[in-house]
């Protein structure tokens, strides 16, 4: 189940559930309300096979900012706090962070308190911003600068913009320069931030019912296949494992008994076995003959 509003989404998952690699350009809060969770922060630099399996780590929270590419994994229950990266009063940070079992269980009873939430907006983002000053002011992370009102007006409003240059122009910016700012300021690009908004109300749509396509189109994609790149990119997951809250990795191949079966199916040999002594001993004796020869002409030196 997950709710959305003023830049917040809380995501509250029953069951084991995990991502591939992507970079959500949203600050990301997980914590586990049963086992732990497996994470590992990734450099694009790295072979896709080894993405996200040399540094992974365990922790019962962490907290992911924006723009990073990684990979994270609950084994039982757990709640996700996003935040969009224009709201106030988030902390300063680069990498992902762990948090301590104290913090993760603190969190999660702050957001469980709050969830589901029955009042406005206002109140969802209340939920977020005080889950990250909780965690800004225990784990002891700065503040991070507060982006003008120009940025948040205009990055709040990313996802309903059909035009760029519409939105720069109604915060008296010109595109360049409003792109350039959410750039330094936010961390993320202003096309990212409107794909991720456009696939959070897809979100709301699908929980209602609404079949994918027609949701997809409804809040913008151009296709189907456009939300799922998406959805697979911002998220690490297809809009179906999103809406249902699973993804589990695929369980390893077997290896088909299909060798087995032939050589139990494979002929015998009719020749007796001093027939077969036979053979191998002229097999062997021509082998020896070979390697003669060729140490003999090795050795031969050249006229």
């Given amino acids: 189940m997950s709710v959305t509003g003023a830049g917040v989404t809380v995501v509250d998952q029953a069951r084991p559930a995990s991502t591939g690699v992507h970079q959500q350009p949203a600050y990301k809060l997980v914590v586990a309300l049963e086992g732990h969770l497996s994470w590992a922060s990734v450099d694009p630099r790295d072979r896709p096979s080894n993405r996200g399996t040399e540094n992974q780590q365990l922790s019962r929270g962490v907290v992911v900012p924006p723009g990073v590419l990684h990979t994270v994994a609950a084994s039982g229950a757990h709640r996700c706090l996003l935040v969009e990266p224009w709201v106030d009063g988030?902390?300063?940070?680069?990498?992902?962070?762990?948090?301590?079992?104290?913090?993760?269980?603190?969190?999660?009873?702050?957001?469980?308190l709050q969830f589901p939430p029955t009042g406005s907006d206002a109140d969802l983002a209340g939920v977020g911003q005080a889950a990250m000053e909780r965690l800004r002011v225990d784990a002891?992370?700065?503040?991070?600068?507060a982006p003008r009102p120009q940025v948040q007006r205009a990055a709040a409003a990313a996802g309903s913009a059909d035009v760029l240059?519409?939105?720069?122009?109604?915060?008296?910016?010109?595109?360049?320069?409003l792109r350039q700012?959410?750039?330094?300021?936010?961390?993320v690009t202003l096309g990212q931030l409107r794909l991720w908004q456009r696939l959070t109300a897809m979100t709301?749509?699908?929980?209602?019912?609404?079949?994918?396509?027609?949701?997809?189109?409804?809040?913008?994609?151009?296709?189907?296949?456009?939300?799922t790149r998406t959805s697979r990119r911002l998220a690490g997951r297809t809009p179906s494992q999103v809406i249902h809250g699973q993804h589990r990795p695929p369980a390893p191949r077997e290896l088909p008994a299909i060798s087995a079966r032939r050589t139990r199916?494979?002929?015998?040999?009719?020749?007796?076995?001093?027939?077969?002594?036979?053979?191998?001993?002229?097999?062997?004796?021509?082998y020896a003959i070979g390697r003669a020869r060729l140490i003999t002409a090795l050795e031969t030196p050249a006229t």
Avoid at 91 to 106: F, M, N, R
Avoid at 208 to 223: Q, R, Y
């Fill in 265 to 286: 199916e494979m002929p015998r040999s009719s020749r007796s076995p001093d027939e077969v002594s036979a053979v191998l001993g002229f097999t062997m004796a021509g």
């Fill in 140 to 145: 002891r992370v700065p503040r991070r600068r």
């Fill in 204 to 227: 709301e749509f699908a929980d209602g019912g609404t079949p994918l396509a027609e949701g997809a189109a409804t809040v913008g994609f151009s296709d189907q296949a456009h939300l």
């Fill in 165 to 177: 240059g519409d939105l720069a122009a109604s915060v008296d910016l010109s595109g360049v320069r």
């Fill in 90 to 112: 988030l902390p300063e940070l680069l990498a992902p962070l762990a948090l301590t079992d104290a913090l993760s269980q603190q969190l999660a009873a702050d957001l469980a």
């Fill in 181 to 187: 700012l959410v750039r330094s300021e936010l961390g």
